[in-house]
């Protein structure tokens, strides 16, 4: 009995295991600490650890050793898996779409490259190959490279659009394209100014983004912007090809002014497409 009223005989609960659960809870407790004690043997009796504040520590197994589960001085919650670090490590999760990883290379840059790629991993297409197109808008989709690795790239614009512009008359700030509006731009990727081969003159042609008219010609020694094609007098039969990126300015048209192809015609094509500001 003295060893009862002390706390230091046996106690028995008054449910069997699987029992239906009754009666009032029995008050537990723990041992303070600010740090881990000493480990103890292996099937020996130890103290359960707890905070200062009174909140258990608690500690997992990764199947055959226990691991301690700790939160660092940060907060953020930490899984002592030192024994498992030369092995892989699965995450028991069905979907990752909350599952924030921080990502970090094996090898730095300009450093011998070794082990699978992560950088950028492409589907291989072979030239004759002829990728599965996605249905809409806004899929995923993979991007693709040659078995060896390179890229394949499609130049240009997903909406490039087209249009020909013909006269036979000298014009003065005449639209090829009018079709922008404010809050967009145009955008020519090729321009390709001809003069038929029945013309008996060699008209001047100038051709450059403006809400109203072409850009003047400057003066002697003097520049001017907005100009796409400037010719001061085009061959018949002959013309100016022009493939490089050239943007216009906010509602700009695209505007021609021109000397008379006598007894021919000036022809225009232009690539472009119209982007928002």
Known sequence: MADQQKGLGER???EAHD????????????????????????DDRCDQIMTTTGGALVAGTDGTTPRDIAVNASG???????????ADITVA??????????????????GPDLGNPVSQ?????????????VSLDNDRVRAIATPQGIQ???????NILTTEYMTTAAQTNDPIIDTVAAGSQIVITAIALTVSAAGS???????????AT???????????????????????????????????????ELRITNAVPTGGKITVVVDYYISSL
């Open 12 to 14: 028995t609960g008054n």
């Open 19 to 42: 029992d239906p659960d009754s009666g009032n809870p029995v008050k537990t407790g723990g041992r303070a600490r600010t740090s881990l004690p000493a480990a103890v043997a292996q």
């Open 76 to 86: 953020q919650v930490e899984v002592d898996i030192a024994a498992q670090q030369s």
């Open 93 to 110: 999760q069905a979907t990752a779409a909350t599952l924030n990883a921080q990502v970090v290379g094996d090898v730095a840059h300009d």
């Open 121 to 133: 991993g492409l589907n291989a297409a072979e030239f004759n190959a002829d990728p599965p197109q």
């Open 152 to 158: 394949w790239v499609l130049g240009g614009h997903p």
């Open 201 to 211: 003159t060699t008209p001047q042609v100038r051709i450059g983004f403006g809400t």
């Open 214 to 252: 072409v850009p003047a010609e400057p003066a002697s020694g003097a520049s001017v912007a907005g100009i796409v094609v400037s010719h001061g007098g085009v061959a018949a039969g002959s013309g100016v090809v022009k493939n490089n990126v050239v943007v216009g300015g906010d509602d700009e």
